[in-house]
């Protein structure tokens, strides 16, 4: 079973930090998924990835892919109060996900 | 309604007591899948159908849980004999079976085990 390590766990910061976040595979991913959970709801899907090397942008996320598609990162600039949740990433490829235990991030007006 | 919707949102049982937990995915939607998500914890996937097929329920944690979707749309999660162990948030997903898996999750149902 692919485990998927995420860092930091937890992170708090000031609204307009910059702050980036990982996620790392003992093997190789197929596809690459990254979530945000608020507190009672389920997780959103962001962005998947599927290259190496790849980079996506969704607005103030930027979302990059290694190049031997064994890691991946999550950067915020200028974060905002709205960014707060839990960001999961996860593996797809095969019916079922399988997630880390994320990175509980809280921006602090 | 737009979304995967899951009934009841929270849920107390006392410990010995069946619980059973609603999902109804987007229409339209062939697969369909369970996760536990124990507090501090990502989602662990349970178990998983298309249309009304159990395709995979290996993570199912014992046999007092039990799940069906008996005409490939709402599902049910029935869990017997609750156990404080069994205290988690658990969340339904679906899937028009993309290619890269991307699944829709609802808002999930917390279930306390007293």
């Known amino acids: 079973t692919q485990l998927l390590e995420q860092s930091p766990q937890f992170l708090s910061i000031q609204e307009g930090e910059n702050l980036t976040v990982y996620c790392n595979s003992s093997?190789?991913?197929?596809?690459l998924q990254w979530y945000r959970q608020e507190p009672g709801e389920g997780p959103v899907l962001l962005v998947t990835?599927?290259?190496?090397?790849e980079v996506k942008k969704l607005k103030r996320l930027t979302f990059q892919f290694g190049d031997a598609r064994k890691d991946s990162s999550l950067h915020i600039t200028a974060a905002q109060p709205g960014d707060t949740g839990l960001y999961l990433c996860?593996?797809?490829?095969?019916?079922?996900?399988?997630f880390g235990k994320g990175t509980k991030l809280t921006v602090n007006p | 309604g737009a979304g995967v919707s899951q009934s009841p949102r929270y849920k107390v049982a006392k410990r010995g007591q069946d619980v059973a937990l609603r999902c109804d995915p987007i229409?339209?939607?062939?697969?369909l899948f369970w996760y536990q998500q124990a507090l501090g914890q990502g989602p662990e996937f349970l178990t998983y159908?298309?249309?009304?097929?159990?395709?995979?329920k290996s993570g199912l944690p014992s046999d007092r849980f039990f799940a069906e979707r008996p005409e490939g749309s709402v599902s049910t999660l029935k869990i017997q004999r609750t156990q404080q162990e069994d205290s988690a948030v658990y969340l339904c997903?679906?899937?028009?079976?993309?290619?890269?898996?991307?699944?829709?999750f609802g808002p999930g149902t917390r279930l306390t085990v007293l």
């Open positions: 996860s593996q797809g490829g095969s019916e079922k996900l399988v």
């Open positions: 229409s339209g939607h062939v697969s």
């Open positions: 159908f298309q249309n009304e097929a159990q395709l995979d």
């Open positions: 997903a679906s899937n028009f079976r993309g290619t890269y898996n991307e699944q829709f």
């Open positions: 990835v599927v290259t190496g090397g």
């Open positions: 093997s190789v991913f197929s596809s």
